[in-house]
């Protein structure tokens, strides 16, 4: 599906969303303190986020979804985050 055929229902519903449209954007975004139609803020803490999951999936039970419980796995979670917090 194309960008421009994704978006559309999605501003149809009242989403907002930030997306990279590419090198020169990235590297225009990141020599400009402020970029055209980008909320700064909304950038960072998706990029953190984005981070977050990044360093969760790399441990292996949590890429996987090896528990089959909904509770294990989200204690799961808490421990992996607490471990990447202490590092």
């Not at 790399?58 to 090896?66: D, G, L, Q, V």
Request: hydrophobic share 40%.
């Amino acid at each position: 599906m194309s960008g421009s055929r994704a978006q559309k229902p999605l501003r149809f519903a009242g989403i907002e969303f930030e997306y990279k449209s590419g090198f020169r954007a990235r590297k225009r975004f990141r020599t400009s303190s402020h970029v055209e139609g980008r909320d700064i803020v909304a950038y960072r803490y998706r990029n953190r986020v984005e981070r977050c999951f990044n360093k969760l999936k790399h441990f292996r039970r949590f890429a996987t979804r090896f528990d089959r419980r909904a509770i294990h796995f989200l204690a799961f979670i808490y421990l992996a985050a607490a471990m990447i917090w202490l590092r």
